[in-house]
């Protein structure tokens, strides 16, 4: 406990001998916060809605569908792989 003591004692003597630093620590960031405070107060604040681009994207996808019996899968409207191509060419 003595050397906390002592410690203390010195640091005392340290921030009394620096009285013009000391007060800076001390007020500085007391002074920034209060000048945030106010300028934040002073700014109005509005929401504002964000804007998308869909309507202007446009999706190159081929709207001929290729035979696709020649590989095995036959071209019909009830086959769900060819429902999800026709899905994703026109979305």
């Known amino acids: 406990m003595s050397h906390f003591l002592a410690l203390a ?3 005392w003597i340290v921030w009394k001998r620096t ?6 620590e001390l007020f500085c960031p007391i002074v920034l916060m209060a000048l945030i405070v106010i ?6 604040s ?13 999706l190159m996808a081929p709207m001929i ?13 009830t086959n769900p792989l060819i429902e999800l191509m026709k ?3 026109t979305f």
Not at 39 to 44: E, H, Q, T
Not at 65 to 77: A, H
């Open 9 to 11: 004692k010195k640091n």
């Open 87 to 89: 899905l994703n060419a």
């Open 19 to 24: 009285l013009g630093a000391s007060l800076c």
């Open 46 to 58: 509005t929401v504002v809605e964000p804007t998308y681009n869909r309507s202007k994207s446009v």
């Open 65 to 77: 569908y290729p035979n696709y019996t020649k590989i095995g899968i036959p071209n019909n409207s």
């Open 39 to 44: 300028s934040r107060s002073l700014i109005d």
